[in-house]
């Protein structure tokens, strides 16, 4: 094995994570290393199974990672935003002086920091891939303030850039698109087939209920399928590129034509006011999704006007991926409908 190249692969039990993890297991050039919190774990034991090299790191422990980088050749690395606010919550961690969901995008910052200090540190290293995001902040011009879980992102790869320039020329960023999952299993995005006093719908209509506008075209992504082949390009490729990665480049309502394709269930989009109450948001967290959605719209997900992007076309040996509605086929349409 000594012959083989390593890949360290930071979130390897997450959607990106197991697809850069996926991908590589099937290359027999390569071993993988995967990193989680708890090698314990049913996913982590199921990957040393597969012939995954587990091993223990925290992000919020740079030694960990330290230790868990030693010898790689290309490290991987994705936080975890929303996991980070979920812990939060839990914690009951919520003060008057600091939004909860800022705290988890500082959070997510430091382990980030941490991660990219540990892989500056390996001698051999030849490609570095941060998933990462737009900075919404500069790229509205402080019109938008409150998207914390892009915001922090982006702040992370301008700090390999500012503190780690050896690390920088050895770099490339992934921004993944709208995750297709989202709007299969979170509850406060998938269809729902309602009948009350804001919302009549006696045909069994499957509804899409959204602040977002509907027509303006965005990147999607199956991130727990796309990851990993976007993440090999990127890595046999010449480092420096900032892509912007998607199966499809699309509007929300031909997503959703393409999951009625799929279910064979009658679909919409239904644009609710910014104003109306989201049971499933607090306040903090609904202002900094609207604002994301407005952001899209006027800005672009991947920020149009950011020079450095390039789109999955650009490649030099793009991809092959499956189309939405391929995705959507997959899926239980039966449990979607019950949650």
């Known amino acids: ?22 991908t590589f297991l099937k290359d027999t050039a390569w071993r993988v290393r995967g990193l989680t919190r708890n090698p314990a ?20 422990d740079i030694s960990s990672l330290s230790a ?5 050749n290309a ?53 570095f891939i941060l998933s990462t995001l737009s900075n919404v902040t500069k790229w509205s011009r402080k019109k938008y303030t409150h998207v ?27 921004q993944a698109g709208l995750f297709l999952n989202t709007y299969v299993e ?24 959204t602040t977002m506008a509907a ?7 199956a991130a727990e399928e796309d990851t990993g082949p976007f993440v090999k390009v990127l890595i046999q490729e010449k480092p420096g590129k900032n892509l912007i990665a998607y199966r499809e480049w699309a509007t929300l309502r031909e997503m959703v034509q393409a999951f009625q394709e799929a279910s064979e269930t009658k679909s919409e989009v239904v644009v609710v006011p910014r104003s109306q109450p989201n049971e499933f948001l607090p306040p903090d ?25 390039i789109h999955p076309k650009d490649l030099e040996e793009p991809p092959k991926l499956e189309t939405m509605e391929q995705y959507f086929r997959k899926r239980d349409f039966s449990q979607i409908f019950s949650t």
Do not use: C
């Open 285 to 309: 967290l609904k202002l900094e999704i609207d604002e994301g959605f407005l952001y899209f719209e006027e800005f672009g997900y991947e920020a149009r006007d950011d020079p450095t992007i």
């Open 68 to 72: 868990a980088f030693r010898d790689a």
């Open 41 to 60: 774990s049913s996913k982590a034991k199921a990957l040393s199974a597969r012939g995954v090299e587990v091993v223990q790191a925290d992000m919020d």
């Open 148 to 174: 914390y879980h892009f915001d922090l992102k982006a702040r992370a790869s301008a700090y390999v850039e500012e503190t780690h320039s050896a690390l920088w020329a050895k770099t490339s960023l992934f």
């Open 1 to 22: 094995m000594a012959d083989k190249k390593l890949i360290v692969v930071v979130g390897s039990t997450g959607n990106q994570g197991s697809s850069v993890v996926n």
């Open 75 to 127: 490290i991987f690395v994705v936080s975890d935003f929303w996991g980070i606010y979920g812990a939060l919550v839990q914690q009951n961690k919520h003060t008057s002086e600091q939004r909860l969901n800022l705290l988890a995008g500082e959070s997510e910052l430091q382990q980030l920091k941490n991660a990219i200090d540990a892989a500056s540190q390996v001698p051999g290293l030849e490609r």
């Open 215 to 221: 027509d303006f075209k965005l990147p999607w992504i």
């Open 186 to 209: 979170s509850p406060n995005f998938i269809p729902h087939k309602v009948n009350n006093d804001i919302f009549q719908n006696e045909d069994g209509i499957a509804q899409f209920i």
